[in-house]
Every structure is written in C-alpha cells, then in structure tokens.
C-alpha cells in the first residue's frame, strides 16, 4: 500500500506552511487547496503535516460551533497530549475516521497500480462524507495525485468542489496543474512550491537516512534539481554512472564505438530494467538541453 511521506520535518515549505495555518487561525480556510510544484519536492508531505495539523485542533461543540465559526478572539484550549498522539497514530495507520486518501488504486489480476484514478475512487469519498464522527470536527480529503484522474473522475471531483461538504478541507496534489480542469483549478486556492535548495535537500535526505556520495556529490546535486524523489531514482540507479556515460559517448563522436554502446544500451533490455531506462532518457534530455 501507497503511504504519504509522512516526515517529522518539513524543508524549503515554511512559508506555505503557515500561509494555511494563518488561513485556518483567522477564519478564513478555503476548502479546496491544490499544493503544486515539481515531483519529489515534499508536496504530499506538506499535504500530511497539514491534515495533521487540522485533525488535531480541539474540537468545538458540534451544536454550536463548527470550523468555520466565529471563535470571538479566544483560543481553543490545547487538545489532551495523549488525545492528540492518538490522532496522530491513527493518521500514520490511514485509519482515522476523519481522513479519507485517494490515490491510484492497486489491480490485483495485474499486479500493479492502475495508470490513473477512476471514478469509482472519487464517488468513494460520498461514503466517507455521509458516514457520521463520533466525536465531531473537520475532515479532511487528500488526493495523490489530482493529475491521475481520468476524465470521468475529474468532473465527478468538480461536482463534490462546486457544493463542498460542510467542514471538509480537500488537498488536491498536482505536479501539472496547467493540466486540469480550468473549473477544477478556479475553486481551489493554490499552495506553489518550488525546488529545494542544495541544503534543503541535503537536509531532507539526511531525515530518510540518505546521503549523496561525497564524489558525486556535485553531478546528484546538478542532477536532483532540489527534488527528493529525483535523488532517490538517482540512487537507486546509479545515475551519476549513467550521466558520465552519456557525456563520454557523446565526446566520442564522430568515432563512436558502436559495439561499446551496443552493449551499454543492452543492460537496458527487459521489462525489470523499465525504470532505469526512463531515467536514462530522462537524463539524454537533460544533456541534449544544457548542449
């Protein structure tokens, strides 16, 4: 099962993090966000830290507040510590009652996640906003990714955003927001975030135990573009090996060996290797721009 990066700490994102948290404290919560940016920069983690952050506020007396109601300028009192960890846990276990996530859903007959979310997935959150909370308060609804939405999804999305249920907040991640639906997007407020910088990322990896070989250092750096994500498939494929390669066949030209890159590009072959070549093209398009 798919998690939300749930890390204790969050890098390059304080801003937009209290942009919502101020928007919360003054009663003016929008209640569809759409957090945007480049893969692998810590979209779905703010996404947590957020549900986290509204899940766990004191719950008013549900016959006579609600959210969104006028607090008259005084604080809620500060949820019981054990109260409040307890929510926390059932948020990292996907079972807190008040949280719903949506994201591609696994094909059993295939043994893979599906390439978008269905509509199905969508109409799920009726269920979970007509089932009733025991003890009241907010709810929350993220969606990893809103770009992986068919057709059908995203305009049974719409229809839920136009008449939002009472004191719901709706997280809509997108890596391509230019991609929506215009109507989607005009009723959301949007989160921007932008890539890490080189210490923010260097922080960010250091949390998941990660570390840029000190070799390599400066290509994963040039390569990771202030992404999480990007370092980890870079890691994981030895891609400053393949970068190095790329640049050495190119300064081969025009005498190329041909049986030297026959059998680089042979280690490609096979459906297992499937994501070390898109990283491989991915990278060729890098060099081919900075060319």
């Given at each position: 099962m798919q998690r939300f990066m749930t890390r204790k700490s969050l890098y390059g994102h304080e801003y937009q993090e209290q942009e919502f948290i101020d928007c919360y404290n003054s009663n003016k919560l929008h209640h569809s966000w759409l957090i945007t940016g480049p893969k692998g920069i810590g979209k779905a983690t703010l996404a947590w830290r957020i549900a986290k952050y509204v899940l766990t506020q004191p719950i008013k007396n549900i016959e006579t507040n609600n959210l969104f109601d006028d607090l008259n300028g005084q604080n809620p009192p500060e949820l019981d510590e054990?109260?409040?960890?307890?929510?926390?846990?059932?948020?990292?276990?996907?079972?807190?009652?008040?949280?719903?996530?949506?994201?591609?859903?696994?094909?059993?007959?295939?043994?893979?996640?599906?390439?978008?979310?269905?509509?199905?997935?969508?109409?799920?959150?009726?269920?979970?906003?007509?089932?009733?909370?025991?003890?009241?308060?907010?709810?929350?609804?993220?969606?990893?990714?809103?770009?992986?939405?068919?057709?059908?999804?995203?305009n049974a999305l719409l229809k839920t955003?136009?008449?939002?249920?009472?004191?719901?907040?709706?997280?809509?991640?997108?890596?391509?927001?230019?991609?929506?639906?215009?109507?989607?997007?005009?009723?959301?407020?949007?989160?921007?975030?932008?890539n890490l910088s080189e210490r923010n990322l260097f922080s960010a990896l250091k949390q998941i135990n990660l570390n840029l070989p000190e070799k390599d250092n400066e290509i994963?750096?040039?390569?990771?573009?202030?992404?999480?994500?990007?370092?980890?498939?870079?890691?994981?494929?030895?891609?400053?090996?393949?970068?190095?390669?790329?640049?050495?066949?190119?300064?081969?030209?025009?005498?190329?060996?041909?049986?030297?890159?026959?059998?680089?590009?042979?280690?490609f072959e096979g459906a297992k290797n499937r994501d070390r070549l898109d990283l491989l093209i991915e990278l060729l398009n890098t060099v081919i721009a900075r060319i």
């Open positions: 054990q109260f409040k960890n307890s929510i926390e846990a059932r948020i990292l276990a996907e079972s807190e009652p008040r949280l719903a996530a949506i994201r591609r859903s696994f094909d059993e007959k295939r043994k893979k996640f599906r390439s978008n979310i269905r509509v199905d997935e969508i109409r799920r959150l009726n269920s979970f906003f007509s089932l009733s909370v025991s003890d009241g308060g907010s709810r929350v609804a993220i969606i990893d990714c809103v770009d992986d939405l068919n057709i059908n999804a995203a955003l136009e008449e939002p249920p009472k004191d719901t907040v709706f997280l809509l991640i997108s890596n391509n927001p230019e991609n929506l639906l215009e109507t989607i997007r005009s009723r959301c407020r949007e989160l921007r975030l932008s994963y750096s040039l390569l990771a573009s202030g992404s999480v994500g990007n370092s980890i498939r870079l890691l994981k494929h030895d891609g400053a090996n393949l970068y190095s390669s790329i640049l050495s066949f190119l300064n081969q030209l025009p005498n190329l060996k041909g049986f030297e890159l026959e059998k680089f590009v042979s280690t």
